[in-house]
């Protein structure tokens, strides 16, 4: 009884290893059956797992390096939240994973520098002179003295001259001749000199309210009249009188000392 229940375990057990060894070989077979995945194979899968996903891909991974055997479909699967690194997943016929670097940049081709043709120093260019453009000179009337006065001389339009000069020369001097005859020098001064107003004194021939004696040329009769300067007036300057005996205010010219001659009347 005994020796029979032991041969049925020994059967069992021999039952059990055959099946063991027959799954075993099986699997080997079928495991060398498999065709190994190369590291083409891989980047191929990311390439085209990437298109799908609108990234740009770079497995950075040896095309002719084989990997393990895979007889299901790659999974790639982004890590870390980002395409850049994946994870390569294969359930068939033995689970196995691998991460590799899907987004690797380029490595940048160094060109060789081409050589620049010499280009010939441009001449020198010669320096133009440019002119410059003076404007015009502004000029200036002012009085000159044609001979040599001495202090307390009467000026007449004989002793003095118009002479333009530039406006550095003008600034000081007496540019109006109305304004030197007639006039007393104040001080002696030198033939050709100009004329200022500090060489003059104010010596009027006629002052305000001065009873002048008037002159009246009408049709050649000369009429004598007496008038009331309104202003003082210097030898030849146009001056304002009133009639003493009409009231009338009239226009006159200073020919001396207290007469002039009448020209018009005046509205004032």
Same mark, same amino acid.
């Given at each position: ?16 290893t ?16 498999s ?75 160094? /060109? =060789?520098? @081409? ?5 010939? %120093? !441009?001449? $020198?260019?010669?320096?133009?002179? *440019? +002119?410059?453009?003076?404007?015009p ?29 530039? /406006? =550095?020369? @003008? ?5 109006? %001749? !109305?304004? $030197?005859?007639?006039?007393?020098? *104040? +001080?002696?001064v030198?033939?050709?000199r ?44 146009i001056?304002?009188? *009133? ?9 006159v010219?200073?020919?001396g000392?207290?007469n ?9």
């Open positions: 009884m005994t020796f029979i229940f032991s041969n049925r375990i020994s059967q069992s057990a021999l039952t059990l055959a099946f063991i060894c027959f799954t075993l070989i099986a699997f080997a077979d079928r495991v060398h059956a065709r190994a995945v190369t590291g083409a194979d891989i980047a191929d899968a990311i390439v085209q797992t990437l298109e799908l996903e609108g990234e740009e891909a770079g497995p950075k991974i040896l095309a002719t390096k084989k990997y393990f055997p895979c007889d299901a479909p790659l999974e790639i699967l982004p890590m870390f939240g980002s395409w850049k690194t994946v994870r390569v997943n294969c359930a068939s016929p033995i689970p196995w994973k691998l991460i590799v670097r899907a987004q690797w940049p380029p490595e940048p081709q160094i /060109e =060789a520098d @081409a050589e620049e043709p010499k280009q010939e %120093p !441009a001449p $020198a260019k010669t320096p133009v002179k *440019r +002119q410059k453009i003076k404007p000179t502004e000029m200036f009337n002012v009085v000159m003295l044609t001979r040599s006065v001495s202090k307390g001389d009467i000026l007449t339009k004989e002793d003095i001259l118009v002479k333009s000069v530039r /406006e =550095a020369k @003008a600034r000081g001097m007496i540019e109006d %001749p !109305a304004r $030197a005859i007639g006039r007393k020098m *104040r +001080q002696s030198s033939s050709r100009f004329l200022k107003p500090r060489h003059l004194e104010k010596n009027w021939m006629i002052e305000k309210d001065d009873i002048i004696t008037m002159r009246v040329n009408t049709k050649g009769i000369e009429v004598l009249g007496v008038g009331i300067a309104q202003e003082p007036g210097q030898l030849g300057e001056i304002r009188m *009133r009639n003493a005996s009409s009231g009338v205010l009239l226009r010219k200073v020919t000392d207290k002039v001659d009448v020209i018009s009347k005046t509205a004032r």
